[in-house]
């Protein structure tokens, strides 16, 4: 949420700003500035809406330098606005910030800051902090490292969270940053410095990074940087290589991220898969979760904790585990356990579940669980996150960078991976060598069989535009299936703006059957042949109140057109494996309405990638 890029060096930073602005923009959408120091003094430009309107700005006015910051918001604290958009520039003139993350205690600052005859010009929490900066400094008495000092001593004032960029007039050669839960990490090149919210802005530039940790401050200067922390303590610098090329961040020729990252995931799932399964392919491994056999063994409940399309991933990983490897599974919103203070057994291992590693309440669930002494494991996309740093453990899913808002082949690869523990976890148990074997076969098949569903892109798409005029629609599924019509209703209200709600099918006579009429489609996600008859009955019961009806079956299914107004058929597959499967036609489904509405499909109004605020 937001993004922040600086440069420091010896080339143009207004083009490498917003190339890399452009890079962000998927962290937030509102409004675009950025701000560069000449000759001691700043030039600060910024524009609401996309960052194009910025980049059209910079054509039409003269605005260079060597050294600055840029930032594209997602509003928290005041209307979307010119005024309000970043970076913003302190009362005096001498400071200009770029800020992610909110502010708390900004009211009382403000009071203070007025006190002292400060004024402000917008209503966010930002221009607090960068006055803030600016008190510090005039009654700064030591003049070295006076600039970092000053942001240092605004920051212990500071309750929230942050990842800032901070440009001084007086320090044209410097950019001071920090962070805390707000991510940031630094690049290092040959006589240039960058920083950024995520690699993706910079990683044209570098390789080489750093990412910094809560709590830590930099001073970034073209020909180096220096780390420490708000109590000035020493940081151990970690400098790692970004493992993914410039290239995975490009759309390809997709006219959309989310169609790529939607055709994307037969090798995501390679990829998730890779190297984890054991020399007699009877079971998974995994290098990373710190836990020996043993330890596992005790394992008598698993919690998971998520936002969103991970959390549903999450209830996918409840039906797995539960199934195969016979361990109790609870799933909880990280926003609620956060708060919630829930009884758990004290061999209870909590894994969390987050593409981007960075999203606030996953945080601080995670952070939770650790302060009450769990263990805990994360599955994160993003290499070098805060939460898999933070985490004892965990599995990187290696499903590249996921840059559409709406999450696609990084929730099939959660599953993926859900599946593998949950035959990992099966084998140390119960479960037999023969069916470990036959399990670890079908996840080898399961990228071709995803590639085989995306070549019905056509059908979907003209189904999807047979239904795009709706205003409603009910995505029905049992067992494992319904959280997969959750996804369904997620990605088709989260980027086509159609109301759409995902229900257990049979719960559906409890309540939303009221809603059910001509004007409210079904989409049924009835792939399991066991419980198939169950389905048709709902179909039935809908079809009745004159529903359209939508479904996913498998080939061979005795679910044909006869019952359904539109059916999908899908390759019939290891019963672990079908929420991936039928996850395919309900994105494309998505995908296309989204299209046909017209809407913009890769920045969903209001929504932004990463949720960094609570
Ligand atoms: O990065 P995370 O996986 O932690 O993100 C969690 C949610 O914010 C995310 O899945 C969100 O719901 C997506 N926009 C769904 O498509």
Redesign the pocket.
Known sequence: MCGIIGYVGNKDAVQILLDGLTRLEYRGYDSAGIATVVDSEFNILRRVGRVANLIDAVDRVSIAGFVGIGHTRWATHGVVSEKNAHPHQSAHGLFSIAHNGVIENYESIREFLLGKGFTFESETDTEILVNLIEYHFNKEQDPENKFLKSVQKALFHVRGTYGIAVLCKDYANEIVVARKSSPLLIGIGSGEMFVASDASAIAQHTRDVVYLNDGEIARLTPSDFFITTLRNESVDVVKCELDWRVEDADRGGYEHYMLKEIFEQPKALENAMRGRFSDDLSTARFGGLRMSTRELRQVDRILFC??????IACLVAEYLIEKYARIPVEVEYASEFRYQNSPLDKNTLIFV???????LD?MAALQEAKRKGFRTLAIT?VVGSA?ARESDGGIYQHSGPEIG????K??TAQICIAAMLALYLGRMRDMSFEDGALFVQALHDLPSVVEDVLAQGDVIEKIAEKYAHHDDMLFLGRQAMFPIALEGA??LK?ISYMHSEGYPAAEMKHGPIALVSEKCPCFFLATQERILQKNVANIQEVRSRRAKVIAVATAGSELTEKFVDDLILVPNVHAALQPIVATIPVQLFAYYVAKFRGCDIDKPRN?A???TVE
């Open positions: 998520a936002c969103g399309t991970a959390w579940i987050s593409q981007s590693g960075e999203t996953t996309n939460i808002v709406a999450s696609t990084a929730f997620l990605k989260e929504l990638k990463s949720v």
